[in-house]
């Protein structure tokens, strides 16, 4: 036993750190999220295997594959939800945010960012409530409300402040890219410059990233030399070789050759813009190539080459307008995956749900009661069961036709189902066979439980059957037992219990009601004066 407890705690711990801490790896991360969920698996604990496919739905989104991460996050939501787990369905939601982010669907994605800070409690990691709340800044700020995400982006900075965590350098990143997106140069350089001394005072090194990040902002104020500092600085440490995006190094050099343009060194902005196409061209990178055009034509505008800049400028627009289609196409493709998903996970629920459904009478069938009444029988003290007979039903099939038989069950399942509904809503209504049904009225006393059961023979009874019958009355009884009546109760000796006291109920005259009060006392039961049908 030992030894499976520290099996499943190591295997937690390592999927602790693929969630909370942050990789550059994110194909490496995935075998080793595949790995843990095989040993899950054989483990036989469900949380894990549910919390490593969620990371390896994230670790497919970071690697571009957008579709297929929709497509394995939906099991994993619905196991969170199933199982009430709260900060899995935190993470969840947080992931979904990511896809309509891609999808660029501002409003889902602050929906869902949303949700995933509604969700944390004490349980959740202090890198959740950091990284949560500067995911909704990034969200508030994607859906033009930049004023609430900052408010959002100074709460995560506190907290990270205070607990002295590794993610603050990476969301004030995040922090000084949306001032500076937005329009705000003035706070994107005091976040940016706080970026850079809290570096300084850790001894840490920013992330080559976030150095570009910074000589964006250099840039956008005017400050070219040192933009032109910071991106060498930036393209150093990327060669040490601890980062592994493959569009990276691509991108730093074009960062370089805008502020080695705005420096007027037109000759060395054109030989890395240079080293930057090939690059592209080399990978593949097409939305990237796409900004090397657009700068190229910048850097011909700025030394007074007109012709040559428009030109440029064709070059680009085509290539905008190309991949504006492809990233269209992709996002459609992605849709289309998420809607396939779910359609098929919501047909799948409609199938299970027909499956426990009595076809004619739409009331829940045996194989319901069976796979839910033993939960009750478990769980629930004060539960009771009772067995609804049609009194002389065979009288109406005999003497008026199968198929007025089949209306009067349809009516006589619609007033069950009424009935319980308005007395007991977490109850139900089944039919398990003929004319025979089964009533469940959780947490509910005998004596209330009684009166619920005897108002709705009561409303069987006094129901117009009129234009289904022509007079013949339809009546039902009823047998009932409770849960802690019964010594060790099971779903079998409920049902036989109450089976014995419908027999008392329908030998005593119909149309009553019996109980364990009734049946010790001769089986008078619940009855109108009246002789039953």
Same mark, same amino acid.
């Given at each position: 036993?030992?030894?499976?407890?520290?099996?499943?705690?190591?295997?937690?711990?390592?999927?602790?750190?693929?969630?909370?801490?942050?990789?550059?790896?994110?194909?490496?991360?995935?075998?080793?999220?595949?790995?843990?969920?095989?040993?899950?698996?054989?483990?036989?604990?469900?949380?894990?295997?549910?919390?490593?496919?969620?990371?390896?739905?994230?670790?497919?989104?970071?690697?571009?594959?957008?579709?297929?991460?929709?497509?394995?996050?939906?099991?994993?939501?619905?196991?969170?939800?199933?199982?009430?787990?709260?900060?899995?369905?935190?993470?969840?939601?947080?992931?979904?945010?990511?896809?309509?982010?891609?999808?660029?669907?501002?409003?889902?994605?602050?929906?869902?960012?949303?949700?995933?800070?509604?969700?944390?409690?004490?349980?959740?990691?202090?890198?959740?409530?950091?990284?949560?709340?500067?995911?909704?800044?990034?969200?508030?700020?994607?859906?033009?409300?930049?004023?609430?995400?900052?408010?959002?982006?100074?709460?995560?900075?506190?907290?990270?402040?205070?607990?002295?965590?590794?993610?603050?350098?990476?969301?004030?990143?995040?922090?000084?890219?949306?001032?500076?997106?937005?329009?705000?140069?003035?706070?994107?350089?005091?976040?940016?410059?706080?970026?850079?001394?809290?570096?300084?005072?850790?001894?840490?090194?920013?992330?080559?990233?976030?150095?570009?990040?910074?000589?964006?902002?250099?840039?956008?104020?005017?400050?070219?030399?040192?933009?032109?500092?910071?991106?060498?600085?930036?393209?150093?440490?990327?060669?040490?070789?601890?980062?592994?995006?493959?569009?990276?190094?691509?991108?730093?050099?074009?960062?370089?050759?805008?502020?080695?343009?705005?420096?007027?060194?037109?000759?060395?902005?054109?030989?890395?813009?240079?080293?930057?196409?090939?690059?592209?061209?080399?990978?593949?990178?097409?939305?990237? !190539?796409?900004?090397?055009?657009?700068?190229?034509?910048?850097?011909?505008?700025?030394?007074?080459?007109?012709?040559?800049?428009?030109?440029?400028?064709?070059?680009?627009?085509?290539?905008?307008?190309?991949?504006?289609? !492809?990233?269209?196409?992709?996002?459609?493709?992605?849709?289309?995956?998420?809607?396939?998903?779910?359609?098929?996970?919501?047909?799948?629920?409609? $199938?299970?749900?027909?499956?426990?459904?009595?076809?004619?009478?739409?009331?829940?069938?045996?194989?319901?009661?069976?796979?839910?009444?033993?939960? !009750?029988?478990?769980?629930?003290?004060?539960?009771?069961?009772?067995?609804?007979?049609?009194?002389? $039903?065979?009288?109406?099939?005999?003497?008026?036709?199968?198929?007025?038989?089949?209306?009067?069950?349809?009516?006589?399942?619609?007033?069950?189902?009424?009935?319980?509904?308005?007395?007991?809503?977490?109850?139900?209504?089944?039919?398990?066979?003929?004319?025979?049904?089964?009533?469940?009225?959780?947490?509910?006393?005998?004596?209330?439980?009684?009166?619920?059961?005897?108002?709705?023979?009561?409303?069987?009874?006094?129901?117009?059957?009129?234009?289904?019958?022509?007079?013949?009355?339809?009546?039902?009884?009823?047998?009932?037992?409770?849960?802690?009546?019964?010594?060790?109760?099971?779903?079998?000796?409920? !049902?036989?219990?109450?089976?014995?006291?419908?027999?008392?109920?329908?030998?005593?005259?119909?149309?009553?009601?019996?109980?364990?009060?009734?049946?010790?006392?001769?089986?008078?039961?619940?009855?109108?004066?009246?002789?039953?049908?």
């Amino acid at each position: 036993m030992d030894e499976l407890v520290n099996s499943i705690e190591a295997l937690s711990a390592a999927l602790l750190k693929i969630e909370d801490e942050r990789s550059w790896n994110a194909a490496a991360e995935l075998q080793n999220a595949l790995a843990i969920e095989q040993a899950a698996l054989a483990l036989g604990d469900e949380s894990l295997v549910a919390r490593a496919q969620l990371c390896q739905a994230n670790m497919l989104l970071r690697s571009g594959d957008v579709a297929a991460a929709s497509a394995q996050i939906w099991q994993v939501h619905q196991w969170a939800l199933s199982h009430d787990d709260r900060r899995l369905m935190a993470r969840t939601h947080l992931v979904w945010s990511y896809i309509h982010q891609h999808l660029s669907d501002a409003e889902q994605a602050l929906e869902q960012a949303v949700l995933a800070v509604e969700l944390l409690d004490g349980d959740s990691t202090t890198h959740m409530h950091i990284w949560h709340r500067t995911k909704l800044a990034d969200a508030l700020w994607a859906a033009g409300s930049m004023d609430a995400a900052r408010i959002r982006y100074q709460q995560a900075e506190q907290l990270a402040v205070e607990t002295g965590s590794p993610a603050l350098l990476c969301l004030l990143n995040n922090y000084a890219y949306t001032e500076f997106d937005t329009g705000n140069q003035k706070r994107a350089e005091e976040v940016a410059d706080r970026l850079l001394r809290l570096a300084d005072e850790r001894g840490e090194k920013l992330e080559p990233a976030y150095l570009d990040t910074v000589g964006w902002i250099q840039i956008g104020n005017g400050r070219y030399a040192d933009a032109e500092a910071t991106m060498r600085q930036c393209i150093e440490r990327h060669e040490e070789g601890r980062y592994d995006a493959a569009d990276a190094l691509a991108m730093y050099l074009l960062t370089l050759a805008r502020a080695q343009r705005g420096l007027g060194a037109y000759a060395r902005a054109q030989s890395t813009l240079d080293a930057s196409r090939g690059m592209c061209l080399e990978r593949d990178l097409g939305d990237l !190539l796409v900004r090397v055009h657009q700068e190229q034509a910048e850097l011909h505008a700025a030394q007074g080459a007109f012709e040559e800049a428009f030109e440029a400028h064709k070059v680009f627009f085509s290539a905008y307008q190309s991949r504006h289609s !492809l990233q269209r196409e992709a996002r459609t493709r992605t849709r289309q995956a998420m809607f396939e998903t779910d359609e098929a996970r919501q047909e799948a629920q409609r $199938f299970r749900e027909q499956a426990r459904r009595d076809q004619l009478t739409g009331l829940h069938n045996r194989r319901f009661v069976d796979e839910r009444l033993p939960e !009750l029988i478990q769980s629930d003290p004060a539960l009771t069961v009772a067995l609804v007979d049609l009194d002389h $039903f065979k009288q109406v099939n005999d003497r008026l036709s199968h198929s007025v038989g089949d209306q009067v069950l349809v009516a006589v399942a619609d007033l069950l189902a009424r009935g319980v509904a308005a007395a007991c809503p977490d109850g139900f209504a089944a039919r398990i066979g003929g004319e025979e049904f089964l009533i469940v009225l959780p947490s509910t006393n005998p004596r209330r439980a009684r009166t619920i059961l005897d108002t709705i023979r009561r409303s069987v009874r006094a129901h117009d059957w009129g234009p289904i019958t022509h007079g013949l009355p339809v009546t039902v009884s009823i047998g009932v037992a409770v849960s802690d009546e019964v010594p060790a109760p099971t779903q079998p000796t409920l !049902l036989s219990t109450a089976d014995s006291r419908l027999y008392a109920a329908k030998h005593a005259g119909r149309d009553r009601v019996v109980s364990a009060t009734d049946h010790r006392g001769g089986a008078r039961g619940h009855a109108e004066h009246a002789s039953a049908a």
